[in-house]
């Protein structure tokens, strides 16, 4: 007998509502309400390599103050679009992975099925480092992508609260202490912040958290086609190019005295193993062919890939290693970064944070990375 009617209707909701819980329960993601509270913050601060540092801050910020991260979408910057675009987390990373170290839950599932009883319109707070000093209140969402970042979620706060007295290291003494005597999850659920409550870049003893940061089945998947296709014929050298005019003019201005950016992640956080140079941040042409041949012919490659948001130089690298180049087109960062973390060999950008992803990926995995234009002190290129 064939269903029809409201009848049918109803059972067909109530079927797929069953059904999405089984697959977010699947996941490791509890719908049941935490009474430890919830952390959620906006990813504001630069593009994914920025974003992603931040991330790893934000959930071991969650784990040491023992709430549910709400994981929020990747805030993405559509050429010549008015406003940012906002991607679910699961778009690029498994979520199941995330939840090994830590309680998390997508935001979208947060604000759907939690939100309206434990944090509903009319009692949500804001949290920033400081309040405006002619409001008296956070600019939560002042300006984008803040303001289209929680219009997303339908989200606007009816008060706020500055945390600048607390303590922001996780290592501090009395850490998780003040932190929840300050702001009790009996009174306060949701930790809304306007920003992550992390560091740029990425704090030393977060880095090793990279590990939980697995793609998506879908970007894995692209991966693994692209160098099917491209990339089989024996081992290949992935690289990043980050230059161009902007970059340039950057690079221009370096002292030599602080780091720049994800510099830590090649001169070590004390400056360990040099500084920072114009070439390190702007490596000369002639200097990164002649690195990519020494690597090609070390690693015995068949080809080259090349990951940039700019000139890829195909030809004119190609012709330098004699052995075939490729880009990924039209580029899409997310599967060039998965392909950079497979390849045999892999030499980045030291000043660039989406060259440090690639760089943390391959440290937890434990493949071999290079930096262009820089040699540890005592002579070594290689991590």
Same mark, same amino acid.
């Given at each position: 007998m064939k269903l029809q009617g409201p009848f049918h209707q109803i059972l067909t909701f109530v079927l797929l509502h069953v059904f999405s819980h089984l697959c977010l329960a699947a996941a490791g993601v509890s719908?049941?309400?935490?009474?430890?509270?919830?952390?959620?913050?906006?990813?504001?601060?630069?593009?994914?390599?920025?974003?992603?540092?931040?991330?790893?801050?934000?959930?071991?910020? +969650?784990?040491?103050?023992?709430?549910? &991260?709400?994981?929020?979408?990747?805030?993405?910057?559509?050429?010549? +679009?008015?406003?940012?675009?906002q991607i679910p987390f699961s778009t690029y990373f498994s979520v199941d992975a995330i939840a090994e170290y830590h309680r998390v839950i997508p935001m979208e599932t947060f604000m759907k099925e939690l939100a309206p009883s434990i944090w509903p319109k009319g009692e949500r707070v804001g949290f920033c480092y400081r309040k405006d000093g002619e409001t008296g209140a956070c600019r939560m969402k002042e300006g984008n992508p803040f303001g289209p970042f929680w219009?997303?979620?339908?989200?606007?706060?009816?008060?706020?609260?500055?945390?600048?007295? &607390?303590?922001?290291?996780?290592?501090?003494?009395?850490?998780?202490?003040?932190?929840?005597?300050?702001?009790?999850?009996?009174?306060?659920?949701?930790? +809304?912040?306007?920003? +992550?409550?992390?560091?740029?870049?990425?704090?030393e003893h977060n880095v090793g958290l990279q590990e939980y940061f697995?793609?998506?089945?879908?970007?894995?998947?692209?991966?693994?086609?692209?160098?099917?296709?491209?990339?089989?014929?024996?081992?290949?050298?992935?690289?990043? &190019?980050?230059h161009g005019l902007d970059w340039n003019n950057v690079c221009g201005h370096v002292?030599?005295?602080?780091? &720049?950016?994800?510099?830590p992640q090649c001169l070590g956080y004390n400056f360990e193993y040099g500084r920072v140079t114009e070439e390190l941040c702007a490596p000369p042409r002639d200097v990164m062919k002649k690195q990519l041949k020494k690597i090609v012919k070390k690693i015995e490659a068949k080809a080259v890939f090349v990951a940039t948001d700019s000139d890829a130089l195909i030809q004119e690298l190609q012709k330098a290693v004699k052995v075939k180049v490729v880009q990924r087109t039209p580029p899409e960062p997310h599967i060039d970064l998965a392909i950079l973390g497979k390849s045999d060999h892999y030499i980045g950008?030291?000043?660039?944070?989406?060259?440090?992803?690639?760089?943390?990926?391959?440290?937890?995995?434990?493949?071999?990375?290079?930096?262009?234009a820089f040699k540890r002190k005592g002579g070594k290129e290689e991590l």
């Open positions: 719908l049941e309400v935490d009474p430890k509270g919830y952390i959620v913050f906006c990813p504001c601060m630069g593009r994914f390599g920025n974003q992603a540092d931040h991330y790893l801050g934000s959930l071991e910020f +969650a784990k040491s103050v023992d709430r549910t &991260l709400i994981l929020p979408p990747w805030v993405e910057y559509p050429y010549r +679009a008015a406003k940012s675009d219009d997303k979620f339908n989200i606007h706060f009816d008060r706020s609260e500055e945390y600048g007295h &607390l303590p922001m290291k996780t290592q501090s003494p009395g850490f998780q202490e003040s932190w929840l005597n300050s702001f009790p999850p009996s009174e306060y659920p949701v930790l +809304a912040f306007a920003g +992550a409550p992390a560091s740029f870049p990425v704090e697995q793609w998506s089945r879908k970007i894995e998947q692209e991966a693994d086609d692209f160098i099917i296709k491209e990339l089989s014929e024996g081992p290949y050298v992935g690289i990043h &190019l980050r002292d030599g005295k602080n780091h &720049l950016f994800a510099s950008n030291c000043v660039s944070s989406f060259s440090s992803f690639a760089t943390r990926e391959r440290e937890v995995n434990g493949k071999p990375t290079s930096f262009w």
